[in-house]
């Protein structure tokens, strides 16, 4: 009898007979991210784990730290496992695992690898360094989109592939909020460029295109926990508003399932067992980040980071907020004007105005993750116009490509072209042999 069961944020944990694990994806297991503001509604408990720690592959769907967490992974140690990656034009994900020690092996895009009798998978690279898993067992076929977004023709393809299997079909994806959406303000008024009724219907959407049996609720686990970013809790997809939602013939399911992949029959921790009561030691942990705000100070290093960040994109920049970014941390305000390639402090100017807190800004341009930043929640923009609202959606879009090193240079951009152009075009994927 084989199972799939969800735990934490993005963990799924596929296990045989005797609950014996095969295979875990994106393992948080413990403690925060993105500066202490995301925390699990429910983290693991301790058996639960265990068996992650007992399964001999591990999937990294993507880079983001709520998926390759590196506290969890430290507590996974090397060993008898293998850390499974898509292959991606270029990412740092695989040089760091090796440093840390593990047993890494990149799947090949499109090909179905199998882990044991009865249990292929199969890695889907997308164009922004994220990835879908296919998994396909003797009863079930698994669609773990997590934080993917498929362009249609990838999405197409995997329909047609789930016809052709013809076993019942788990969609498991996030639903909910987790960028700027809903962090911008125009003259003091908060103009989210979306709702969040809009998550419940692109998930319905995604599982009626897919014909899916069941869904599962998931990578959208989390609350928010810093005083500066407590706020978005208010615009979290939970349950709750799937249920009232939802209109497809697809079975929602609740969030922490475990499911019988024969019978599809299933079981789910209830609400009142959840571990993720907000507790002192949380808390002091919370405030120490926040105080390293008051303690650190933008240096002229920092500065020139940030405008090499910047200038990355200048030319896009220039098509996309011609007036220029201000960047407002740490009681400076900096203005990148994309025309000139100049940054400098003013009081004026920009077409829009980011918030960012100092400790957070010198992390992001150290570790070179500055598009990290508008994840976190804690990050606000003022526009010069609410119109402006897509394009900046646009500029994180453009500063995660340039953390990714698809920025530097002609020929880095058209190889990263090239290769949206190879994994994301429509065509069949084989069934599993």
């Known amino acids: 009898m084989m199972k799939i069961s969800t735990m934490g944020h993005a963990c799924m944990v596929l296990a045989g007979e005797e609950e014996r694990p095969i295979l875990a994806t994106d393992p948080w297991l413990l403690g925060s991210c993105y500066w ?60 760091y695992l090796r440093e840390q020690g593990f047993d890494v092996r990149i799947l090949p895009p499109r090909q179905w690898v199998p882990l044991e009798d009865g249990v292929s998978v199969m890695s889907l690279p997308q164009w922004s360094n994220d990835s879908v898993l296919l998994v396909d067992t003797p009863s079930a076929f698994i669609v773990n989109l997590n934080d993917a977004k498929p362009l249609g023709g990838l999405l197409d393809d995997i329909a047609r592939l789930r016809t052709e299997i013809g076993k019942p079909c788990i969609v498991l994806r996030s639903h909910s909020p987790a960028g700027p959406f809903f962090n911008y303000f125009e003259e003091n008024e908060r103009i989210p460029c979306r709702e969040p009724e809009d998550y419940v219907r692109m998930t319905q959407g995604v599982c009626a295109h897919l014909r899916a049996d069941l869904f599962l609720p998931f990578a959208s686990q989390v609350v928010y926990r810093r005083s500066d970013s407590e706020w978005a809790n208010g615009y979290r997809v939970g349950f709750d508003l799937l249920q009232a939602g939802w209109g497809i013939a697809t079975r929602l399911c609740p969030p922490f399932s475990t499911v019988d992949l024969e019978t599809l029959s299933l079981s789910a921790e209830p609400p009142a067992e959840w571990r993720g009561a907000f507790h002192d030691g949380q808390r002091a942990l919370v405030a120490r980040e926040e105080a390293r705000n008051g303690e650190a100070a933008l240096t002229d290093e920092d500065i020139a980071a940030l405008k090499a960040v910047l200038a990355r994109q200048r030319w896009l920049l220039a098509a996309v907020l011609p007036g220029g970014v201000a960047v407002e941390s740490g009681g400076r305000r900096l203005l990148y004007a994309p025309w000139s390639g100049r ?62 090193g698809y920025a530097d240079g002609i020929l880095s951009r058209l190889r990263w072209l090239v290769w949206v152009w190879r994994v994301e075009r429509r065509r069949p994927i084989a069934r599993p042999g």
């Open 343 to 404: 940054l400098r402090e003013t009081d004026k100017g920009g077409d829009c105005v980011i918030q960012v807190p100092v400790a957070a800004l010198k992390d992001s341009l150290a570790s070179g993750n500055f598009g990290d930043l508008c994840i976190g929640m804690f990050v606000p923009a003022t526009l010069r116009d609410r119109a402006l609202a897509g394009r900046v959606n646009l500029f994180w879009m453009l500063m995660v490509l340039a953390d990714y």
């Open 36 to 95: 202490r503001s995301w925390w699990m509604v429910n983290p693991p408990a301790e058996e639960q784990v265990r068996r992650v720690e007992a399964a001999p592959f591990i999937y990294i769907t993507h880079e983001h730290p709520d998926h390759l967490h590196p506290p969890s992974l430290r507590r996974l140690k090397p060993g008898a496992r293998t850390i499974l990656l898509p292959a991606f034009l270029r990412m740092k994900m695989d040089a």
